[in-house]
């Protein structure tokens, strides 16, 4: 009897085993999920949603195109060979598993700040929660001797810090938790802030004084978001940041262009908890800095009567009030409140004069699923005509921003 029950006991307790070890994946791949959800993984290696992370989006340079690579668990072409030491020095150094260093395009100077639990469970995720594919990756299209990646090595020791986010005491868990988000899988400095001359982020987090200080990016400009500039969020409350990221919307403004796309594919699924800390984490950085002042004057009344002073204003009332109001005070959640917005106020008027040129579509997200879209007008306005609009956009309602030339506006015309 006793031989029949101790092979039954053995079988059952490694049937318990296996089941835990199924379970413990199962939760490591449904939290590289969310993981790969908050650093927007999809955002460059997702190019046709049917084959999702096989890579392949171009990514322009002023050394020519590079492209994102396929990081599926295919063994030939994809990251299916890799273990999980190769995956961890790929994502946090910038360096493949045979030996090629990455271009800092792959934000791996943020992810260096990833701490190896959450490593793991990306590897688990894309490893075994992504479907394999065949797909090649196509090369750079720098001429050689650009093309040669060992000066990236000295790059990478002068600009990188490789180490996991180091909690600050002094700190509560919450804005660590919204540090690392920030710092780290959410590369937000990546777009925000302002690069040096070899195109390195001039800072890595909130010592350096232009972390997240607003930097221009492929013709538009990422807004500054420390509160040094009248346009910073020293001007928006904790749930004025946590309604822009989940909803793509607030009081203040619509997320446009790269961060529409972000708040699509990202912000939008950051847990309530995450997305409070991200918002207490920047709400810290704009901390003792002065409301944005706004003057008075009576644009609105001209408006209203239908008396426009100069061209600006014509062409606005001509243009822009039927959505955007005489007050320019918009509908929320529908036409965007232009006076006091971010876009038109900020340090550079790129992003203003492209969506006036181009047109904008809001994000279509789980909490506001209405994508509108505003319509272009480069065919209808000359260069001229988009300066004096946008020249009065950030001079009107008691704000006073710099004056747009024509010559901006040509160079963002140029860009397509």
């Not at 049917?50 to 990514?59: C, D, I, N, V, Y």
């Not at 750079?140 to 060992?150: E, I």
Request: hydrophobic share 40%; aromatic share 10%; with cysteine.
């Amino acid at each position: 009897m006793k031989s029949v029950l101790f092979p039954l006991a053995l079988l059952l307790a490694m049937e318990s085993v296996q089941a835990d070890a199924a379970q413990d994946l199962d939760t490591a791949i449904a939290r590289g999920r969310y993981l790969a959800q908050l650093g927007d993984c999809a955002a460059c290696h997702t190019v046709d949603p049917k084959r999702p992370f096989t890579g392949g989006l171009a990514l322009q340079s002023p050394l020519g195109a590079m492209y994102s690579t396929n990081i599926t668990p295919d063994t030939r072409n994809g990251i299916g060979s890799y273990s999980l030491e190769q995956f961890g020095d790929a994502l946090r150094k910038g360096v493949a598993a045979d030996g090629r260093h990455l271009y800092p395009a792959m934000p791996y100077p943020s992810f260096s700040r990833l701490s190896d639990e959450d490593v793991s469970d990306l590897y688990s995720y894309f490893r075994h929660g992504v479907l394999a594919d065949p797909t090649e990756n196509p090369a750079a299209g720098f001429p050689w001797p650009l093309s040669m990646r060992w000066p990236l090595s000295l790059w990478n020791a002068l600009f990188v810090e490789a180490r996991p986010y180091q909690p600050v005491v002094t700190q509560t868990p919450e804005w660590n938790r919204g540090a690392y988000l920030v710092q780290g899988l959410g590369h937000c400095g990546t777009c925000h802030t302002p690069r040096g001359i070899a195109f390195q982020e001039k800072a890595l987090d909130q010592n350096g004084t232009s972390y997240l200080s607003g930097a221009k990016l492929a013709g538009w400009y990422a807004a500054d978001l420390t509160g040094a500039t009248g346009s910073g969020l020293q001007d928006w409350s904790e749930a004025d940041l946590v309604e822009f990221l989940k909803a793509g919307r607030n009081t203040h403004t619509a997320a446009f262009g790269p961060m529409g796309e972000a708040v699509a594919h990202s912000t939008q699924y950051y847990s309530d908890a995450d997305l409070k800390a991200v918002a207490v984490y920047l709400k810290s950085l704009s901390a003792g800095r002065a409301v944005a002042t706004v003057g008075s004057d009576n644009t609105s009344e001209r408006l209203a009567e239908g008396k426009p002073q100069n061209a600006g204003e014509e062409l606005y009332l001509d243009n822009c009030s039927a959505c955007h109001r005489s007050d320019g005070q918009g509908y929320r959640s529908t036409f965007p409140r232009l006076a006091g917005n971010s876009a038109v106020l900020g340090a550079s008027p790129d992003s203003l004069i492209r969506i006036i040129l181009h047109g904008s579509s809001m994000p279509v997200t789980r909490a506001a699923p209405t994508g509108l879209s505003m319509p272009a007008f480069d065919w209808r306005l000359s260069d001229v005509q988009v300066a004096e609009l946008a020249s009065f956009l950030r001079s009107a309602w008691g704000y006073q921003a710099a004056a747009v030339s024509a010559e901006e506006v040509a160079r963002i015309r140029a860009l397509k």
